[in-house]
C-alpha cells in the first residue's frame, strides 16, 4: 500500500512539475523580419478579445526608439470594427524571441503589471506561420500572414505545439473574411 502512495505521489509530482515547466520559445527572433501584418487564424478565447467575431489582424512596425508599434483590429458581430494601439519591447538580446506588450496609456508603462509577455514560440523558417504565447500557456495565437493557411501547415503547427504542453482543445479558429 505504501508503495502504491508513494508511486501516485511521485507520478502526480512529475506531472505538477511538467504543467508548471515554462514553455520554451524558439531560438532566435528576427524583429524587422516579422514586422508587418498578421492575420489571427486561431487562439484561446480571452477576455480582451470577447468581441472580437472576425478578421482579427495585428499590424507590428518599428518605431525610432527600438519599440515595436501594434496595432491590432477586429470586427463585432455587428460589423463595427474595434482598434487597439498598443507598444512591444523585446527582453534582452536584439534577436530575443521574448517580447512584452501593453495597451494602456503611456503615461501607465512604468507600471509592470501593464505589460504582458508575448513570446514566439513557433515560427517557420520564411516567417508566414507563427504562435505566439507566454510561459504559462494561458494565452495562444496562431497567425499567419495570409487569412488562410494550409492545412498541412497548420496541422504541423498544432503537432508541435501539443509536445509543448498546450490543450489543444482550448483553441478556437479565427474567422477570416474575404473583402
Known amino acids: 500500500m505504501k508503495k502504491r502512495l508513494v508511486s501516485l505521489l511521485l507520478l502526480l509530482s512529475s506531472l505538477g512539475a511538467y504543467a508548471l515547466e515554462a514553455v520554451t520559445p524558439i531560438a532566435s527572433l528576427n524583429v524587422p523580419r516579422y514586422m508587418g501584418s498578421w492575420y489571427e487564424i486561431a487562439k484561446y478565447p480571452n477576455f480582451f478579445q470577447r468581441k472580437c467575431a472576425s ?28 482598434d487597439a494601439l498598443g507598444q512591444a519591447r523585446q527582453i534582452g538580446e536584439a534577436t530575443s524571441p521574448k517580447l512584452e506588450v501593453r495597451f494602456a496609456p503611456a503615461w501607465l508603462s512604468f507600471l509592470p503589471f501593464v505589460w504582458g509577455d508575448y513570446w514566439v514560440i513557433d515560427i517557420d523558417t520564411d516567417y508566414q506561420l507563427v504562435a505566439v504565447s507566454e510561459p504559462k500557456r494561458e494565452y495562444l495565437w496562431i497567425l499567419s500572414r495570409t487569412p488562410d493557411v494550409s492545412t498541412k501547415a497548420y496541422d504541423e503547427l498544432l503537432g508541435r505545439l501539443a509536445k509543448s504542453g498546450f490543450d489543444l482543445t482550448r483553441l478556437e479558429k479565427s474567422k477570416q473574411t474575404k473583402p
Request: glycine share 8%; proline share 4%.
Open 55 to 82: 478578421n482579427t489582424v495585428a499590424q507590428y512596425s518599428t518605431q525610432p526608439d527600438g519599440t515595436v508599434r501594434v496595432f491590432n483590429r477586429c470586427t463585432q458581430e455587428d460589423g463595427k470594427v474595434i
